[in-house]
T-cell receptor
Framework: DAGVTQSPTHLIKTRGQQVTLRCSPK?????VSWYQQALGQGPQFIFQ???????QRGNFPDRFSGHQFPNYSSELNVNALLLGDSALYLC???????????????FGEGSRLTVL | AQSVAQPEDQVNVAEGNPLTVKCTYS??????LFWYVQYPNRGLQFLLK??????LVKGSYGFEAEFNKSQTSFHLKKPSALVSDSALYFC??????????????FGAGTRLAVHP
């Protein structure tokens, strides 16, 4: 059973560029969330997708956008990169149904973005 | 606002000794609490969760956590530490907002070092 997979694992960009990160959720999961983990910090929630719509958003600027596809996979896009965007970007998935909202999130191994 | 505090940046313990990693929380309503572990250059792995019921929760790899409502704490414990337990540990609370099922609020993390 494949877990949450993310690509690429590492990438280097320069300021002002744009980046796209990809995530395939765990088999059977339909909800995807994205987190940013800066060095030495805990992960911070960026946004969540369910049924191809953004359902909830954290305190991140509009430069951060996303998409969910019909097969539940997801992309995170970051425009106009800043040095401060350097971080490990984690994707998490879960299976969501009404009344079954206590399950844990399953995380991928992340995409490490370095902005020079 | 929901928050989690991990008061120790690092915990050092000798192999075979019991370990405790501390976590306190602040929530409105009933807390949904989680512990995750992160090994170097890896994503987060779920250890255990408290939703309701017994205050002592058992999880993966021999870990357990004690929920204490009066002290608003959710400390992670293990009776006998292994060198392989050395990693970064995160406590998290689920956001209580309606629909916040995928938004976890993480602490800053505690680095556990188990010495032979």
């Amino acid at each position: 059973d494949a877990g949450v997979t993310q690509s690429p694992t590492h990438l280097i960009k320069t300021r002002g560029q744009q980046v796209t990160l990809r995530c395939s959720p765990k088999s059977g999961h339909d909800t995807v969330s994205w987190y940013q983990q800066a060095l030495g910090q805990g992960p911070q929630f960026i946004f969540q997708y369910y049924e191809e719509e953004e359902r909830q958003r954290g305190n991140f600027p509009d430069r951060f956008s996303g998409h969910q596809f019909p097969n539940y996979s997801s992309e995170l896009n970051v425009n106009a990169l800043l040095l401060g965007d350097s971080a490990l970007y984690l994707c998490a998935s879960r299976f969501w149904r009404e009344g079954q909202n206590t399950g844990e999130l399953f995380f991928g191994e992340g995409s490490r973005l370095t902005v020079l | 606002a929901q928050s989690v505090a991990q008061p120790e940046d690092q915990v050092n313990v000798a192999e075979g000794n019991p370990l405790t990693v501390k976590c306190t929380y602040s929530v409105s309503g009933n807390p949904y609490l989680f512990w995750y572990v992160q090994y170097p250059n890896r994503g987060l792995q779920f250890l255990l969760k408290y939703i309701t019921g017994d205050n002592l929760v058992k999880g993966s790899y021999g870990f357990e956590a004690e929920f204490n409502k009066s002290q608003t704490s959710f400390h992670l414990k293990k009776p006998s530490a292994l060198v392989s337990d050395s990693a970064l540990y995160f406590c998290a609370v689920r956001d209580s907002l309606v629909g916040g099922y995928n938004k976890l609020i993480f602490g800053a993390g505690t680095r556990l070092a188990v010495h032979p």
